[in-house]
């Protein structure tokens, strides 16, 4: 699907850079097929010089000559990197744009590009970085089914992808983009307990964090309800539904829910 593609990659920073990664390393892009850009010529140097590709602080020069067009700048530069590629018609041959930018709605790209641009909204995060990512796209009124299609083909080198409607990325966001810091909390208290309990932090690290991966697929791979599966560890009068008493004393689940919906909340606000 993306054989012959070329594609730009705006704003070659934390996440430009981890896309162009993911796609070399699939195979699937091959270098000639890439080309980045960025605002400073020491980032574009770098980015060139790291991953072998062409890279220039000129984002409408890369954007021009490419089929699929990657918007990767932060949030509260998207406006001017769009109306920039507008004012200087590298948008005039309707690539497809993919945004990767929290808060911000297709709608809002629409309005400042070209007529019938095609917009995809896609939402990454960051374990895309070791292809273990979840990557939610999500179409604009003047994108098809094929335009997100090319999107997942794009995000599945760097793990699972998913569509959905548009309404639901700010709670994407709070949730599977925001999620990877929360689990890292997670991680960390879950190792301290262990360290408590007389285990190096080294140790303890492993464990927890080999665990939270192992429960994290049995999910995936068996498709069972959590509860399920924790009904088959819990023995009764055992220590883990006494753990887990503990947990609910501290009212983890409703503290954890909040978390998500919160993040969500302030991802909705960034494009404001
Ligand atoms: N980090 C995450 O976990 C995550 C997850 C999902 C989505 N996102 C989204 O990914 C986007 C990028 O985040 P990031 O963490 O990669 O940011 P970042 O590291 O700051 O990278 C942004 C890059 O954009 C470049 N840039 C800024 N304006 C530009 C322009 N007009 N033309 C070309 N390049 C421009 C910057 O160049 P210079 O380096 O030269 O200044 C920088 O390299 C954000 O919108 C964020 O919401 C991030």
């Known amino acids: 699907m993306l054989k012959g593609k070329r594609i730009s990659i705006v704003g070659g920073g934390t996440m430009g850079r981890a896309l162009a990664g993911g796609l070399l390393k699939s ?3 091959e270098t000639g097929q890439l080309v980045a850009s960025a605002r400073s010529r020491n ?15 000129d984002s409408a020069e890369a954007v021009r000559g490419s089929d699929i067009a990657i918007l990767c700048v ?9 109306e920039t590629l507008k004012g200087k018609g590298a948008l005039d041959h309707r690539p497809l744009l993919i945004s990767i930018a929290a808060g911000i709605s297709t709608a809002f790209i629409e309005e400042r590009a070209p007529e019938g641009v095609p917009v995809v909204r896609a939402m990454p995060n960051t374990p895309c ?14 994108a098809n089914d094929e335009h997100t299609a090319l999107a997942r083909e794009i995000f599945s080198t760097m793990g699972r992808t998913l569509e959905l409607e548009e309404k639901h990325m700010d709670t994407v966001t709070g949730l599977s983009a925001s999620g990877p810091a929360f689990i890292y909390v997670i991680i960390e208290a879950l ?11 080294s140790v303890a690290l492993e464990l927890a964090s080999q ?14 309800h959590p509860a399920a599966l924790k009904d088959d560890v819990t023995t009764p009068a055992g220590c883990t539904i006494a753990g887990i008493l503990a947990l609910e004393d501290g009212r983890i689940r409703s503290v954890l829910a909040r978390g998500v919906e919160t993040a969500a909340r302030v991802a909705g606000d960034l494009g404001k």
Request: a positive charge.
């Open 129 to 142: 970085f070791i292809g273990k990512g979840m990557t939610v796209v999500s179409k604009g009124i003047h």
């Open 43 to 57: 980032t574009a140097e770098r980015l060139a010089a790291d991953l072998g590709i062409v890279c220039t602080t």
């Open 27 to 29: 195979g699937k892009v």
């Open 211 to 224: 665990m939270t991966l192992g429960a994290a697929e049995m999910i995936l791979t068996t498709g069972r």
């Open 191 to 201: 190792a301290d307990g262990g360290v408590m309990r007389g285990l190096p932090r």
């Open 74 to 82: 932060k949030p509260k530069d998207v406006q001017k990197a769009v």
